[in-house]
Structures are given as C-alpha cells and as structure tokens.
C-alpha cells in the first residue's frame, strides 16, 4: 500500500516513468511518506544511508556507475543543506542526482516551528532546476503537480544535471491506504534541434495517423524564417488545421477566436492531435478550448529549451525551431500524399465565413470601427516599390491587440512575452528611431498615458504614427463581471478618467489630431496614413466605453445569424 499524499504518489510514479531505478534514503519522519512509497515501489531499489552528508556521495557514486539518474531523499530542515557538496560535485561531473527534500507546509516556515528553514532554492546555482511541489486540492493544482515533476525529471535525464524536487507535506504523515500508484502523464522529448528524422519518426507519425490534426503557431518573429516557406507552409496547412493569430509571420491570420465562440465545445472540431509552435498567443478562448481536449496528444516544440504547457495537456517536448518542425510535416506529406481529412474541411468553411463576417460586420462608432477602417486603409495604401520596405505596427496590450486579431491581415508586433500594458508606445518609439520605413502603433488611452513619457526625446521622427483609442478607461474591464455595473467598482477596476492626450504632444512638438464622430475619424486615418511630418503624429479617436463593450459583443453575438 502506497502513501495517501498526492504529491508523493505523482512524485514516485513519474520517478519511475523517467527511469530512476535506485533511490538513497535517509531517516527521518517528515519524509517517511517517500521512503515507504519508494520501498514500496517494485521499480526502485532503495538502499539506507544515515548520514546525509554520505548519502549525496553515495548517490553521486550509483550516478557514476550506471549513468542514469539516481534520487537521494532527506527530510525537512538542515538534512537537506547536507547534501551541498555532493549536489556541487554532481554540477561539475555533469552526473543526473535527483534531491528529493520532505518539507513542511509552507505556512510553517519561518513561524518558530521545528525543522523549518527555506527549502526552495536552498541549493542555488548547483542545481539546474528546483521545483516545490504544491499538495493539491483540485485538479489544476494536480496537473501543476505533474509538470514541475516531469520538468525536473526531463531536465536530469536529458540535460545529465542535478536536481531538486521539493515536497512539502502536512500531518498525518503515516497513512498508507492507497492500494496502486497514479497512471501519470509522462512527457517526452524529442532534441536537440534540428533532428529530422527523429521528429518524423516520433511527432510526423502521431501527425499523419490523427484524424483530427491541429497545429497552432503562436507569435514568431517578423522574417524570421526563409522567404520560400510558403510552399511548405501551404502544404501542411492544406492538410491539417493551421490556426495562428496576426503576431505570428505566417500569411494571412485565422479567426478561429469566432469560430470557437459559435462552436463551443462541440466534439466534431475537437482534434486528437495538436502541434504548439512559437510563443504565446492572446486568445484566452482558445486556451480554454485546447485545455478541455483531453482525448488528445499534444506536442510542443520550441528552440530555447523550455517546457510550455500551455494548453495542460502536453505529451511530448521537441527541441526543434518552429520551421524545421513544418519542413519535416511538409516532407511527410509529399512522401505519403494523405488527404485532407473531414476535420479539416469542417474547420476551413467555418474559417471562411468567420473571415466573411469580420469584413461584412458593420460596427458603429467605436474603438473597433477605429480598427476596421484603420487596417483597411491601411492594406490598400500598401504597395511598396521593390526597394522600400512595409510599414511596421504596432499594437498594444488588452482591447487593441485583441481588435487586431480580428481585421489585421499582416503582421503585427506586440509586447506578449508578459502582457503589459507598459511599454508599449516606447517599444513602438524605439524601433522607429532605427527603422527607415513608418512605424504605427495603435493603442489604448491607460497604456498611452502610463507610458506618455515615451515622447519626450527630441530624436523622434515623422516616421511614428499613432492611433491613440481613448475611451475613459480600461475598456476591456467592462467585459467583465464587476459588481452590478456600479460606477465606484467601474472606477477601481477600469481607473476611468477624463483625460485627452492634446497636452502632452504639444509639450512634447507632437502633431495632434482628434476625432470625435466617423467623419472625423475617417478624415484623421487618411492623415495619420498619408501626411508628410517632421515629427511624429497622433490621432486621438474619443469613444464611449459602454458602446465599445456593446459593439464587441454583438460582433460575436451576430456570427450566428
């Protein structure tokens, strides 16, 4: 019979997933859960060491012998700083020691309670990665579990590094009622890039064998992959369903945000495969979408050597950059010349009309008719000579990266790394000071004003427009279930005020424009677009808070009809 802590079961099961086969234990009562467990387990063989300090080596030695990771476990307090100069010794002979530490639940710490100091990190630079394990209580503390387990685990086994796994457990501690071990989802991983033929063997074929295969690019650089892509691109997105947004380099952006909202969870569009490349994307529907495919096998693949699980679902890890991954599925499937399945086609004419709708959709005055004439002009005055370049924009964070989602067909930058509403307008003024072509940036009035400072620099040219959508506020807030509606809560939570940003480009030689109707509004975008200026420009367009919530909503709420 195993332990009843959670934690300790996902913790042994995954230990013996990634291949841990002997384990070195150390007395102690805090962590008598983990040394039953790994007693227990007919996978590990445990052999007992007294002294902390020799159990490290001993570890270190099994290390040296079978070049596999080997665990040595401690309980909570000063047994764990024991372990330094072993887990130091393993850094430099580049050998997988696994520190597993019992601790005691975090609010303990520091409280003048016994065996209590601060566990996490206690190793510092000598360890590759230290993760504490929550005890959890539902299942997304559950899965949180799993992934630090499997993180650390990937990274001893893969990178030949030690580790530390921390796991904090509460009383009782003796209670050993748990009849097997958890079937626990084991990520894989496939490296180190570019490796071909093990992509199309352990990824290409899990991807020609779904029936429902997804891939879906989050943000990519601009440029960032050679300019004969297409054709492969073409291929794989003509097979499979390829969703990405405007941040991402890849032709012409995908409105699947309209198409999840009018499909919900149906399972015909659920898939049963799914490829997550490049980096984050902004569409929170989505998300939760792909969180809820659980009959589905997930690989992420990146190039800097991070495990993603975004969608909570992961089954394999590649290291491999986003265009060597679409080469080795492009090759695929010149070789195998699969058809397109069903899911596929269900998907493409449900994209068709989604992208029908936003080009039809007629909002009235408001910060997404701001949006909608702005990327229409802005598409049809693109046509540079074979030696001049595109113009670049730039959106900010919340409501303006969102409306460019639904009408940019072109690339977009965007602060997404963490999401910000700092920033944005001085990202947009940087690259103008080094760019040779117009640089854009459309953005909402609290992140201009958090960052008004962004102008203040003689150095700024004409080349830098800006769209400034300026509705009193946080707008993207009023989506959200505040209160009744009432004006104090609306007032903390979206910090509406009255401000314009006229004074601040006079203090700073900005040429401003306002609108405050269509008229004027169409009137500024052609100026915004088309003026000569020696400094840069911005047009200001006033709206109502409550009409822009309005218009969102019946965008979406209109789909269906």
Not at 41 to 53: A, F, L, N, S
Not at 299 to 318: I, P, Q, Y
């Amino acid at each position: 019979m195993y332990s009843n802590k959670e934690n300790v079961n996902i913790l042994t099961s995954l230990l013996v997933a990634h291949g841990v086969r002997h384990a070195v234990v150390c007395p102690g009562s805090r962590n008598s859960p983990i040394v039953h467990n790994l007693t227990e387990c007919p996978d590990i063989e445990c052999h007992p060491v007294t002294d902390e300090r020799s159990a490290g080596f001993y570890a270190l030695g099994m290390c040296q012998c079978t070049g596999l990771p080997v665990a040595v476990c401690v309980t909570s307090g000063t047994a764990l700083l024991n372990l330094l100069p072993a887990v130091a010794e393993a850094k430099y002979q580049h050998l997988p020691l696994v520190v597993i530490s019992a601790d005691r639940p975090p609010q303990w710490i520091d409280q003048l309670d016994g065996q209590t100091l601060q566990q996490p990190h206690a190793l510092g630079s000598f360890v590759q990665k230290s993760v504490s394990l929550p005890e959890p209580h539902d299942d997304e503390t559950r899965w949180y579990c799993n992934r630090l387990v499997n993180e650390a685990l990937l990274a001893s086994r893969w990178e030949d590094v030690p580790v530390h796994i921390n796991v904090p457990i509460s009383e009782p501690l003796f209670d050993f009622t748990v009849s097997s071990l958890p079937q626990e989802r084991t990520i894989e991983r496939t490296g180190s890039f570019p490796n071909f033929e093990a992509i199309a063997v352990e990824v290409g074929e899990r991807f020609l064998n779904a029936s429902r295969p997804m891939i879906v690019i989050g943000q990519t650089q601009e440029d960032a992959y050679p300019q004969n892509y297409a054709e492969d691109y073409q291929l794989v997105a003509d097979y499979a369903v390829v969703l990405h947004e405007p941040l991402c380099d890849f032709g012409s952006p995908s409105h699947f945000d309209e198409v999840l909202n009018r499909v919900g969870k149906q399972p015909e569009y659920m898939p049963d495969f799914v490829l997550y490349l490049g980096d984050t994307i902004v569409s929170k529907r989505l998300k939760k979408f792909l969180r809820g495919c659980k009959d589905c096998y997930f690989v992420v693949a990146n190039e800097n050597g991070n495990l993603s699980d975004t969608f909570m679902n992961l089954h394999h890890w590649v290291h491999s950059d986003t265009w060597t991954m679409l080469l080795t599925l492009a090759d695929l499937l010149r070789e195998k010349q699969p058809q397109p399945t069903a899911f596929r086609q269900r998907w493409a004419q449900d994209l068709a009309h989604a992208k029908s709708h936003a080009y039809n959709y007629h909002p009235a005055f408001s910060q997404m008719a701001a949006v909608k004439l702005f990327e229409q002009n802005f598409d049809n005055c693109q046509h540079p000579t074979p030696n001049t370049q595109h113009p670049i924009i730039h959106y900010a964070n919340s409501s303006a990266i969102r409306l460019a989602n639904i009408y940019a067909r072109h690339y977009v930058y965007c602060n997404r790394g963490v999401n910000g509403i700092e920033g944005s307008l001085s990202t947009a003024a940087g690259f103008s000071l080094v760019a040779d072509r117009p640089v854009f940036c459309v953005i909402g009035d609290l992140s201009f004003f958090y960052d008004g400072n962004a102008l203040w620099n003689k150095q700024l040219k004409g080349n830098l427009r800006i769209l400034l959508l300026n509705n009193g506020g946080g707008g993207i807030f009023r989506q959200l279930p505040i209160g009744d509606g009432r004006s104090e809560a609306l007032d903390y939570v979206m910090a509406t005020h009255h401000t314009s940003a006229e004074g601040i480009c006079k203090s700073y030689g900005v040429e401003y424009l306002c609108a405050r109707n269509e008229a004027e509004m169409e009137d500024g975008i052609q100026r915004l677009l088309k003026e000569e200026s020696a400094r840069p420009l911005l047009l200001e367009v006033f709206t109502d808070a409550a009409t822009d919530a309005q218009v969102f909503q019946d965008y979406y709420r209109s789909l269906s009809e």
